[in-house]
């Protein structure tokens, strides 16, 4: 890890906190609101201690994993924000509700992302055991495995009980917030627990109206992890996105450098990259899957991904600079980008440089209804936008100049666990491709296929497609 691709620990749970609030179609602050409220309900229970730590951080991060299931409830539900969102208000129609007898492959998904999140950003085992399990009940009706008490973690009834209370009391009032609380009881959590919280519910909902104190200045010798994990959970969203803003990073850097700028210009060009989709986490997956025009509504969703993206960052001090550079991704040099419509000189050339990069990267990667154009192809159309005005035609040239120098030494890490084959399939399988696929590109059997996934699992400790995704990318394998 750079030392300047790094972030303080707390700034990474607290930006993957607002990527999993978005991708549930929660407002971006429910994590961090739920966060608080379990802080009390810890502490009510056991005074305070470390307990009340691990708490908040499970609950900062129990949406952590939902990127990487959002293809299966967009199948599931037809709408992976919105399903979701009916799913934890309790809107959910008689439809949606035999749909989710079929989702506990997708919690599997969820709660395997999510613990090896923990690890790796090196939390507690507490907070990576309450994450793999975030979704089990008192009654074993949970998921994934059915544990049921008092097996079940009890950070997890903490958490499931304030992420319900703040849930609900917001869309249907704290008196039926309670109510369907009281019907959960020993049944969803234990119920001298939810007596506990309802005894102070009101109280600590008034709480949360005081403003939470965060520091306005990176702390000094505060742990830092890699910004790259960001990135790579927003990117999980989509199968056919794997690995394209730490792609575009690397890219922006480098055309950075060629084109003269400062490194530390560079540098917050490529933090930009990596977090430019955390707005896309609020735009259902069926929008970004559709091939050719956009509907007007879906068209006024993807022009807000840059907002949610700026208000997310405008939340961590330390992302504010890269923040406001990715609010500008979509900017366009003649005014026709969204969503501020700004041109010319309002766009300095960092934000030249990630335009002309990330439709360089959106060019030559394959697309659901489309196959990746090729290196001329590429060139072609990114130097045609920018004779129309729409582009710097310099930072293009930078772009280009740089993506030639990366294809040329695009060779893997040595010491890689996976053989050549594992590591095409992987590559394969990361962008949504079924055994059957991936067999017919590589001319061999399915049955081949699935037996090098199955060793690639097994290498990489994961029994998921997403785990094995994120881990690889983590790790350089991919």
């Known amino acids: 890890m750079r030392d300047s691709d790094g972030i303080e620990l707390e700034s990474a749970i607290v930006a993957l906190s607002m990527v999993g609030d978005l991708s549930m179609g929660q407002p971006f602050d429910q994590s961090r609101r739920t966060a608080r409220l379990v802080q009390l309900l810890a502490q009510s ?14 609950a900062l991060l129990r949406w952590s994993g939902c990127t990487a299931n959002a293809e299966g409830f967009t199948r599931l539900l037809g ?8 799913m934890l208000s ?36 507490p907070v990576e055991h309450g994450l793999r399990h975030v979704f089990e009940q008192f009654d074993g009706e949970g998921k994934p495995v059915g544990l049921r008490h008092p097996e079940v973690p009890e950070v997890v009834y903490q958490v499931l009980l304030a992420g ?23 049944r969803r959590y234990p119920a001298a627990l939810a007596a506990l919280l309802t005894r102070h519910a009101e109280d600590w909902l008034e709480s949360l109206r005081v403003p939470e104190v965060t520091p306005s200045q990176p702390r000094e010798n505060a742990m ?28 922006v850097r480098e055309a950075a450098r060629l084109w003269g700028l400062s490194e530390q210009s560079g540098d917050q060009a490529a933090k930009a990259a990596l977090v430019h989709g955390i707005g896309r986490a609020a735009v259902p997956n069926r929008v970004w899957n559709t091939a050719g025009a956009l509907l007007d509504g879906d068209l006024e969703q993807v022009r807000l991904v840059p907002y949610w993206t700026s208000r997310t960052c405008g939340q961590i001090p330390e992302l504010s600079v890269p923040g ?22 309002a766009l300095p050339a960092e934000q030249r440089l990630l335009a002309a990069a990330l439709v360089w990267q959106a060019l030559r990667c394959e697309r659901p209804w489309r196959p990746a154009f090729t290196d001329s192809d590429a060139e072609r159309l990114l130097l045609d936008e920018a004779a129309q005005g729409r582009f710097d035609p310099q930072a293009c040239q930078a772009v280009i100049a740089a993506a030639r120098g990366e294809i040329a030494v695009a060779a893997r890490v040595n010491g890689s ?6 590591t095409q399939i992987l590559q394969r399988i990361s962008m949504g491709g079924s055994n059957k696929e991936v067999a017919r590109q590589l001319g061999i059997s399915p049955s081949t296929v699935r037996t090098h996934v199955e060793s690639v699992f097994r290498k990489l400790h994961c029994t998921t497609r997403a785990a094995a995704t994120l881990k690889a990318l983590t790790l350089g394998l991919i």
């Open 45 to 58: 229970c056991h005074g305070v201690g470390e307990h009340t730590e691990v708490a908040r951080q499970v």
């Open 79 to 86: 709408d992976d924000v919105e399903g979701r969102n009916a």
């Open 90 to 125: 309790q809107t959910l129609g008689a439809a949606g509700l035999r749909a989710l007898r079929k989702s506990t492959p997708l919690a599997q998904v969820h709660c395997e992302v999510s613990g090896d999140i923990a690890q790796t950003l090196g939390l507690s085992a």
């Open 164 to 186: 319900d209370l703040e849930i609900l009391s917001r869309v249907h009032g704290l008196d039926a917030a309670l109510e369907w609380i009281a019907t959960k009881g020993n």
């Open 224 to 251: 830092k992890v890699p910004l790259t994990l960001v990135g790579d959970v927003i990117d999980l969203k989509l199968p056919w996105l794997a690995g394209y803003s730490r792609r575009s990073a690397e890219l």
């Open 324 to 345: 406001r550079l990715a609010a500008n991704a979509y900017e366009r040099l003649d005014g026709s980008g969204y969503f501020r419509g700004l041109e010319g000189d």
């Open 417 to 422: 666990p996976l053989t050549d084959r594992e």
